[in-house]
């Protein structure tokens, strides 16, 4: 899989952040955090590429059936990453495909994987961001 972790060079990541963070020893300053749209698409080809049909042209596409099995295994992703958060329950995974669904073409298989990298991207990277 992909590790994203700092590399520790000594001068401008001197120790472990987490190590660092706890004693102190770190510059107060004023930071903003964000993230990209489309985040989770760079991960799908790599765990999800059976559950899904790429195109020459770089489309993409998801069943209905692909978009609720994934759906429901992103939202237990998120239980699982923060305290507090129980996994997917049924009423969520039916909101989650409500909301994430774009109803002015409900049966599109291109417009459906789009909206399931919408989803895990919002799961995985802007519910995080937005409670810490």
Known sequence: GIA?????DGTIIPGDPLSLLAQGRFKKTAYLAGVNANE???FLLDKAGSKFQVYPDGRASMSQSSFSDFSYL???HIGN???GVPSASPAMLKTSEFEYT????PS???VRMQK???LGTDVTFNCPLSIT
């Open 40 to 42: 989770l698409s760079l």
């Open 116 to 118: 399931f990298i919408d």
């Open 74 to 76: 992103t939202l237990t």
């Open 4 to 8: 994203f972790t700092p590399v520790i």
């Open 81 to 83: 990453i923060m305290a």
């Open 102 to 105: 774009d109803w002015s073409q």
């Open 108 to 110: 599109s298989d291109f």
